[in-house]
């Protein structure tokens, strides 16, 4: 009988084992940190869980309100979608949960890291609809009488951010997408100010760039068929958002984007195509782009203390706390 339990369906290396009994086995990002009260940033985090339908949570950071110069300031508000090829990680895994800290820290931001369901066991769009899910509960703090008491007595709504790193870089570019909806421009009902994707995992069916040397291209390939199976074309509009046919970025629903790319990332070029094609799309917007030497992907989760992990937070702070009047 344990014989049985242990063979293997199906792998996706070096991400998962899917087992003949049904159970998962995800071979990364599974060391997990509690939410508290970090003793080196001050930052208070807490988990809730916000669609009970759904079991769908959220881990809310709030910054040590003593070291603002205003402790009655309301802030600006960071949702956050973690990566792990949409299929890993968790807000509360724990170098997600350092990075948190550390960036609610220098940016004084209130963040909301999002539990979003993961494939196999829930396939895309599965983790899309949580992440629009999440976003509404925000907005539902706008007036200051939300159920979460962090939000309505600390959120500045009109200045609410979506970030995220990879997968969840793209997770957020698509929820901006929905915030917009096609050929609504520089704004949404949402309010969305700003996006932020760090290395956002974008790809398609023809390589561009370096991608055809690379020796992960053939796995990245595989990821997409993988986490959505109803829609397994690497040019899916959410997968290649400037594959042919794809919605224009026109309807792309916030003011501004900050595009970070990693120098020696697979999916760098990638990033840089999605720069260049909104700047030319006729988007209002102003869109930015940063690019890191000598890194690889997502480097900042692997070594957080290093200087340049320090210089990226440091530019995503500024991002987030940049008033642009002319667009408002």
């Known amino acids: 009988m344990d014989s049985d339990n242990n063979e293997v369906a199906y792998e996706v290396l070096p991400l998962l084992r899917v087992y003949k ?44 309100l003593t070291t603002t110069t205003t402790t009655n300031q309301k ?25 948190l800290n550390k960036l609610v ?19 895309l769009p599965t983790a899309y609809e949580d992440s629009w899910a999440a976003l509404q509960w925000v907005v539902s703090h706008r007036d ?7 939000l309505n007595l600390h959120a500045d709504l009109g200045r609410l951010f979506l970030a995220g790193v990879s997968a969840g870089a793209n997770i957020a570019h698509n929820v901006a997408m929905m915030a917009g909806g096609v050929g609504s421009g520089s704004g949404s009902k949402a309010g969305i100010l700003g996006v932020a994707l760090v290395h956002p995992h974008f790809w398609g069916s023809t390589p561009i760039g370096s991608e055809a040397l690379h020796p992960a291209k053939d796995a990245t390939s595989r990821l997409w068929p993988f986490v959505c199976p109803s829609s397994p074309d690497n040019d899916d509009p959410r997968n290649n958002p400037v594959a042919e046919g794809a919605p224009s970025l026109m309807g792309l629903g916030c003011r501004r984007v900050l595009v970070c790319v990693a120098e020696k990332d697979l999916l760098r070029d990638r990033g840089w195509v999605y720069y260049e094609a909104l700047g030319r799309s006729g988007w209002m917007g102003v869109v930015e782009i940063q690019e890191t030497e000598g890194e690889d992907h997502a480097f900042h989760l692997q070594n957080l203390e290093c200087e340049k992990t320090a210089e990226l937070i440091r530019r995503l702070a500024a991002f987030f706390n940049t008033d642009m009047p002319h667009l408002l």
């Open 21 to 64: 009994d049904g159970r998962v086995e995800r071979l990364m990002g599974t060391t997990y940190s509690p939410a508290s009260t970090d003793p080196i940033t001050g930052v208070s985090s807490k988990d809730l869980t916000i669609v009970q339908e759904t079991g769908v949570s959220v881990r809310l950071y709030l910054p040590n």
């Open 105 to 123: 820290a220098e940016a004084q931001v209130v963040a909301v890291s999002v539990d979003y369901r993961r494939p196999p066991e829930d396939p």
């Open 144 to 150: 200051g009488d939300g159920p979460e008491d962090w």
């Open 75 to 99: 802030l600006p508000v960071l949702i956050y979608f973690h990566g792990g090829g949409f299929c890993l990680s968790k807000p509360s895994t724990t170098h997600y949960h350092i990075y």
